[in-house]
């Protein structure tokens, strides 16, 4: 009888828990949908300060903007944290024609790959080598490369249903494609766009020269989707055809920029840190709206969410709006470096980077025994259609935060409309639904509720 007396205590406790925790969770979620501020915060950092290119005036604009209206939140500590970032400048106009034997022009549009060097004054204009990716260039030689432009068309994969599957899948060619065909005297280079969808914008995104001498390296740029097929049909009627490009960025000095940091200190451990963040930089062709305007506010909503909640942290919950992924993760490695020489205590950090479309659910990169219990977290938000909880990546700022006694996690939208405005001119405002960003900011708030009260399964001790 003692021992039947025992179970059902603890399976009333157990009851008790999961009805605070679903009352709780209902009222973060009531107050995004009704009393939100994620939306309102990213129309103003959108439509009113724009693109954020690391090192820009508008860059520094997002960060004075985002530290003011976390002060305004009322949280216990806000500041800046200084990092040396680089600075690219697009330098406009961009333009780009396939030129036909007999000289019949067309226009087609390009954007310069960000890092790359300009284009001489007059622009190139030279044969064209079509390959389906870097192990192509391999297999045709100098011979058939050198003095030419190099036209990478391998596209996404439309049959992978997680298209961020498809992204890492053809994606090497826009970050190293220049690099490999310099070596084998190209002399200018051409990505399709990383889009499954076929439109006009083209699709800008980080590139590398590794360790290429800067009088060697050569001009790369991405074409539209449309423009591609255009110039690979050209191609294939008349290998002779040539392809015709200007642009004019150059890379400057680095200067100092800012991650924006704010927390609510723990009442119980607040040397146990939990963290919850974007990236505030952005590419400068939209305004940065799904990458990554979304989850800084999204992120930013959850401290506020938290506090309007009248919920009190155990531990000290900490927002951080990372400058500087698209082009260097500068941002994500100084808070790393700094929280690892001041001996922060970081148990887990959960990160926005995959725009502002409808949560589905979460990855998590994280012991088995931590898994585990998470896991058991799943039903309390499946009420709000987030069934998606598995093993995997996070987000590349927090990821240089990892070791083996902490939880990392990424937020998991729909990815389905991403990649149509991942880096393009039609990143902005007006594709950003209210509600689904509202929802996302409350599914964050709402894991880091639960991390909060329950913390992380310790790591095994190992006996010697």
């Not at 044969?127 to 391998?154: C, P, S, T």
């Not at 690979?232 to 680095?254: A, G, M, V």
């Not at 926005?352 to 998470?374: L, Q, T, V």
Request: one cysteine or more; glycine letters at 10%; a negative charge.
């Amino acid at each position: 009888m003692k021992k039947l007396s025992i179970l059902f205590l603890l399976l009333s406790t157990l009851g008790f828990s999961q009805s605070a925790d679903e009352k709780q969770m209902k009222s973060i979620y009531d107050m995004a949908l009704t009393d939100g501020m994620a939306y309102d915060w990213l129309n103003h950092i959108s439509n009113q300060i724009g693109g954020r290119l690391s090192g820009s005036v508008e860059a520094q604009m997002a960060v004075d903007y985002t530290k003011k209206e976390l002060e305004d939140l009322g949280v216990d500590r806000v500041w800046l944290q200084p990092v040396m970032v680089p600075k690219w400048v697009r330098g406009l106009p961009e333009s780009a024609k396939i030129v036909t034997e007999d000289g019949t022009a067309v226009t087609v549009p390009i954007c310069a790959l960000g890092g790359s060097v300009a284009t001489p004054a007059l622009g190139i204009n030279a044969n064209v080598v079509e390959v389906q990716g870097i192990d192509d260039l391999a297999r045709l030689g100098r011979e058939k490369i050198e003095g030419k432009i190099v036209f990478f068309n391998r596209p996404m994969d439309p049959t992978e249903i997680v298209t961020f599957t498809a992204y890492g899948g053809c994606v090497d060619q826009r970050y190293s494609g220049a690099a490999e065909a310099g070596k084998l005297g190209a002399i200018g280079v051409i990505v399709r766009s990383v889009n499954l969808r076929l439109d006009d914008y083209p699709h800008t995104g980080a590139m590398s020269y590794g360790d290429t001498p800067v009088k060697n390296r050569i001009p790369a740029a991405a074409i539209s989707t449309k423009g591609a097929d255009l110039l690979s049909t050209s191609l294939h009627l008349n290998p002779k055809t040539k392809f015709y490009f200007k642009q004019n960025c150059r890379q400057l000095e680095d200067v100092q920029s800012y991650n924006v940091v704010g927390e609510i200190k723990g009442s119980m451990y607040p040397n146990e840190i939990i963290l919850v963040g974007g990236h505030l930089d952005s590419w400068d062709l939209g305004d940065g709206s799904h990458d990554d305007g979304a989850g800084c506010v999204q992120s930013m909503d959850v401290l506020r969410l938290i506090k309007a909640s009248g919920y009190v942290p155990k531990r000290t919950i900490r927002v951080v709006l990372f400058m500087n992924e698209e082009n260097g993760l500068r941002g994500g490695s100084k808070y790393a470096e700094v929280a690892k020489n001041k001996k922060e205590n970081h148990i887990f950090a959960l990160e926005s980077d995959a725009g502002g479309f409808s949560p589905r659910g979460f990855s998590f990169d994280s012991s088995e025994a931590n898994f585990d219990r998470i896991q058991e977290w799943k039903k309390l938000f499946e009420p709000y259609l987030i069934h998606l909880f598995e093993k995997g990546g996070s987000g590349a700022d927090i990821g240089p935060l990892k070791n083996p006694n902490m939880v990392l996690a990424g937020l998991r939208p729909d990815s389905q409309r991403y990649f149509d405005h991942h880096h393009a001119a039609n990143d902005t405002f007006e594709h950003v639904n209210k509600r689904e960003l509202e929802l996302g900011a409350a599914t964050m708030a709402s894991l880091v509720y639960l991390f909060d009260k329950y913390g992380i399964v310790p790591p095994k001790k190992i006996k010697g």
